[in-house]
């Protein structure tokens, strides 16, 4: 699968909204995102339109971390991230993550990205303390599934290869965690997929 080309600053004002390839064309991205506090609350949930039946088939793609391309919701959450729509890729992780979350590895790393959502969600309201606790509790679940699965550190899962993308999280987040950053702190590294060996 291809990368994703670099994107705008998320967290400076934009005339553009960042261009991206889409990996979910089936599901429209929302007219914009969804401040909590900051914003009004969204008419309906980004996957309003795809629930029911149609979801859960989706959904019956996990825990296989190796399906997780064919998974509509799981890549319509990445686009959603990439276009800067944290709080609504978020809800469409955690959708996936509530059929999952006993699984030890799949559960442990969506629940890293919905933390990691969480945690950007936090810089954009200014809210520094909650954004350095859910930053590292992000990065704590992809090291749990490190830890609980050995060949994580060679093939990825759902498409992600955790070691390079911990590396890239904790570049991303050292100077919140140090506090140096004027909540402006660039955009966030980039969802990349990888084919297992």
């Given at each position: ?35 909590p ?7 309906r949930?980004?996957l ?20 997780c ?53 936090k ?10 606790s ?64």
């Open positions: 699968m291809k990368y994703h080309p670099p994107l705008q600053n998320f967290f400076r004002e934009q005339t553009e909204k960042p261009q991206c390839p889409r990996l979910c064309f089936q599901i429209p991205l929302p007219p914009e995102p969804y401040l506090g900051l914003s009004p609350p969204p008419s949930h980004p309003e339109p795809w629930s029911g039946e149609f979801q859960q088939n989706l959904l019956g793609h996990f825990p296989n971390p190796a399906l391309k064919r998974n509509l919701i799981y890549l319509f959450g990445i686009d959603l991230y990439h276009n800067g729509f944290f709080w609504e890729a978020h809800e469409a992780w955690e959708k996936i993550w509530r059929q999952v979350k006993s699984h030890p590895v799949t559960g442990s790393c969506l629940k890293g990205l919905i933390q990691h959502t969480a945690a950007l969600l810089i954009k309201v200014k809210n520094l303390q909650g954004a350095q859910l930053s590292r509790k992000a990065i704590s679940y992809f090291q749990i599934v490190l830890a609980v699965y050995p060949p994580a550190w060679k093939n990825p899962i759902l498409g992600i290869h955790l070691p390079l993308w911990i590396k890239s999280l904790t570049t991303f987040y050292l100077p919140l965690w140090n506090q140096l950053i004027p909540l402006s702190p660039g955009h966030p590294p980039l969802i990349k997929l990888y084919s297992e060996n």
